[in-house]
């Protein structure tokens, strides 16, 4: 990863965002039992993220059954985390919807083959499923 992103550090994550700069997470976090999700959540928390944007090949968003499978499934513009973990929607894995739940963190799912998702995200528009929890 040293080859194509500088190693991890909040500190200097939050230096780059201070000056406006983008910054991207990739990779794990390098212990057992921890999934890509579960590091970006954690690293999304830890840097004051205002939400996770979390592209997919080749869907919209976020489904109430698999699309690949049921061609008459349903999109699902809105979802919330305990429903994702309830009803098991394969948003990620189990302990990154907690800790997103636990902390109010939104997730926008999207389609990363369209080009404009992420310029309509950046802009306060709407791609894909939104997954958040009311405000406690």
Do not use: W
């Amino acid at each position: 990863m040293q080859e194509v992103e500088e190693p991890y550090s909040r500190r200097k994550a939050r230096r780059h965002l201070a000056k406006q700069r983008i910054v991207s997470f990739a990779a794990g976090t390098g212990n057992p039992y921890f999934t890509t999700d579960t590091a970006a959540a954690l690293r999304a928390l830890e840097i004051g993220a205002q939400a996770i944007l979390m592209a997919k090949r080749s869907y919209d968003g976020v489904f109430d059954s698999d699309p690949e499978t049921n061609p008459d499934a349903v999109f699902l513009p809105d979802v919330t985390h305990l429903e994702a973990i309830e009803r098991g929607r394969r948003v990620m894995d189990t302990t990154a919807l907690s800790l997103c739940m636990d902390n109010q963190l939104p997730i926008h799912v999207f389609n990363m083959t369209d080009p404009a998702n992420i310029q309509k995200l950046l802009s306060g528009e709407r791609a894909g499923t939104i997954v958040s929890s009311p405000a406690k």
